[in-house]
């Protein structure tokens, strides 16, 4: 299955006689399922060659979107993705309880204003639950601002897509993260649009509503108040709390053998971490602490970014330090499910804080420790998918450790 565009040869309209799933179903990529949305959507019908998980097309998607693929004698390339340019950048005024500073809603904001598109795909929660996400079409800047701040749990984001159809809406931004983008760019040209944009962030280690309760009351000495979190750039993860107050936990004092299944298999098996088919990418890996990480991929990201240019303070990218020790030995402690100490966790913190990897060498650090584990995860779990579900660049990524069997 490599094919982007089978079925529009025969009746362009074929997809609207396909029957969404029902809520709850088993979905065609069983376990491995991200609840991406589409199969919420008559656009099931293309699901076997749209499902980042039954279909692994990321080199074809990214000659299509961005006019080349990843360029596999350039370490740069197999990382972070086609790009034309990447910076750090924070807003000068922050958007009070946005994610990092509010890059993402700023930009869905002005794109809406000037009138580039008509609506926005992005993400609410329910009035019940914080954490419960909602996927919306935005058509003001007050529901933009409403999606601000991560969902960190599995969202269906394209099970709005027929209602995009139904509309008539013509000029789209859609707000994601890779595997929903994946999809949505199998489908792109089904969706009778005359432009789109997408808006991607990194994303990694995501939990059904359930995993992320568990997360939440293994890690957080008070579950019930946490607003925001973040595994940051210093090797802590960053708890915001209802009173405002922040707490953060080494990541190496993290409960690994109680945490091992919290993450969804679908993020397990996931080599997109970067958001490969975005036309944009905001997130913070490969910045410096407190601000963001910003890769432009193509012109039309390039548009996105100009508009809230004179809203950022940016400096260049910079990389500093060594990961590849760090990876390697975190390799068999994770596997084995190794949790250290309170005080010897938060003393490794402090130490790698000092010397460890940083900008772009820390981007390279979550990358490979993602990319190995997941490796070893596909290979144990799902073997017959390993050929062709690991990217060739993941594969060149992967090759620079030694795994166990
Ligand atoms: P805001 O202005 O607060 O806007 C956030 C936007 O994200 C909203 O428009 C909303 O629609 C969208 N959104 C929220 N939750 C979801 C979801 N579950 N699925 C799809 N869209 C969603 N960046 C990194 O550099 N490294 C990481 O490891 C990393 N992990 C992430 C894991 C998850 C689950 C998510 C959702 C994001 C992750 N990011 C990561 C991105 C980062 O946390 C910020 O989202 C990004 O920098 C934008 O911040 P902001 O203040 O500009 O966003
Ligand atoms: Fe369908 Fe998306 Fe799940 Fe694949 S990941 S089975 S496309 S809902």
New binding site residues.
């Given amino acids: 299955m490599t094919s982007v565009q089978p079925s529009t040869q025969s009746d362009p309209q074929s997809h609207k006689k396909a029957k969404a799933l029902k809520p709850g179903s088993r979905r065609p990529a069983k376990e491995l399922c991200s609840e991406c949305g589409l199969c919420d959507t008559y656009y099931i019908h293309y699901v076997k060659e749209a499902c980042a998980f039954l279909n692994q097309q990321i080199p074809q998607l990214e000659e299509q979107t961005h006019g080349r693929s990843r360029n596999l004698d350039n370490p740069d390339d197999w990382y972070f993705g086609v790009s034309q340019d990447m910076m750090a950048a924070r807003k000068q005024a922050p958007?009070e309880g946005?994610?990092?500073?509010?890059?993402?809603?700023s930009i869905?904001i002005e794109m809406l204003n000037r009138g580039m598109v008509e609506g926005v795909i992005?993400?609410q929660n329910t009035k019940e639950d914080r954490f419960q996400?909602m996927p919306v079409i935005a058509t003001t800047p007050e529901e933009?601002l409403a999606?601000?701040?991560?969902?960190?749990?599995?969202?269906p984001?394209l099970s709005v897509l027929e209602q995009i159809e139904q509309s008539g809406l013509k000029r789209l931004l859609v707000?994601?993260?890779g595997c929903?983008i994946q999809a949505l760019r199998a489908v792109e040209q089904e969706l009778g649009l005359e432009k789109l944009y997408v808006l991607g962030?990194?994303?990694?280690d995501?939990v059904t509503r359930e995993g992320l309760q568990k997360f939440l009351e293994t890690t957080s000495r008070s579950p019930e108040t946490v607003v925001h979190y973040?595994?940051m750039q210093d090797f802590r993860v960053h708890f915001k709390h209802e009173d405002g107050s922040t707490e953060t936990v080494p990541f190496f004092g993290l409960k690994t053998n109680q945490l091992k299944d919290v993450f969804a298999p679908s993020c397990m098996s996931c080599f997109d971490y970067v958001n490969s088919l975005a036309d944009l990418v905001?997130?913070?890996?490969g910045a410096p602490f407190g601000w963001?990480?910003i890769v432009v991929r193509n012109d039309r990201g390039q548009e996105m970014l100009n508009l809230v240019m004179d809203q950022l303070e940016t400096q260049p990218v910079m990389s500093q330090g060594d990961r590849k020790n760090a990876v390697q030995q975190s390799i068999p402690a994770y596997d084995k499910g190794v949790t250290l100490p309170m005080w010897a966790a938060k003393l490794m913190g402090v130490v790698i804080e000092r010397v460890g990897p940083k900008g772009l060498e820390y981007a390279r650090f979550?990358i490979d420790s993602h990319f190995t584990r997941n490796y070893l995860y596909v290979k144990r779990n799902h073997p017959e998918k390993l050929a062709d579900h690991v990217p060739p660049y993941a594969r060149r990524i992967v090759a620079q450790y030694k795994l166990p069997e």
Avoid: D, H
């Fill in positions: 958007i946005a994610q990092w500073t509010g890059i993402v809603s869905a992005c993400v996400p933009i999606a601000r701040v991560n969902k960190p749990t599995l969202s984001n707000i994601g993260v929903q962030t990194p994303c990694v995501n973040e595994f905001v997130g913070y890996m963001q990480w979550s």
